[in-house]
């Protein structure tokens, strides 16, 4: 069932299972007041059980473009596209939210990026291929973050 991330009253919803799941909804929740402020757009999430199609079109990049395969089990995902730019989204239990960004035009930006949850470590399929600059935020605490550019088309 899909949810609408409030980012006025941030709740775990869905992400109970992790570890950090207080972390891991500041995290959401500061996602989803980027794209209302920026696009006007409400980020909505969906279970990781009902977005397979979603996961492999990640999982399908992360391998084609760095030979990577996370081992965290995914709890949401989301996916849309605002302007001429497609996003997806996928929250894992361990607190890692990764997104691919992935303009529609031949000329843009494509990217994967990487946040790491307040109060998790570094996953081992990330460490030292990754630097992780850090970021406040008054939502999710201090979000470690990285990325790469995306070079193929998918």
Do not use: C, W
């Not at 849309?80 to 930006?109: P, R, S």
């Not at 494509?110 to 460490?127: I, T």
């Amino acid at each position: 069932m899909a949810y609408v991330v409030d980012f006025h009253q941030v709740s775990p919803v869905g992400l109970e299972s992790s570890p950090v799941a207080e972390a891991l909804a500041g995290l959401r929740a500061n996602e989803a007041r980027y794209f209302k402020n920026k696009y006007q757009h409400d980020f909505t999430v969906v279970p990781a059980a009902e977005s397979a199609e979603t996961l492999e079109y990640v999982r399908r990049i992360l391998k084609h473009e760095r030979d990577l395969e996370l081992a965290a089990k995914p709890l949401e995902t989301s996916r849309f596209q605002v302007e001429n730019i497609q996003f997806a989204y996928v929250f894992y239990e361990d607190g890692l939210v990764l997104n691919v960004l992935y303009t529609v035009d031949q000329v843009g930006k494509r990217a994967v990026g990487f946040k790491l949850s307040e109060g998790m470590e570094v996953p081992q399929e990330l460490a030292g291929k990754f630097k992780f600059a850090r970021q406040k935020s008054k939502l999710a605490g201090t979000i470690r973050g990285s990325f790469f550019v995306v070079k193929g088309t998918y």
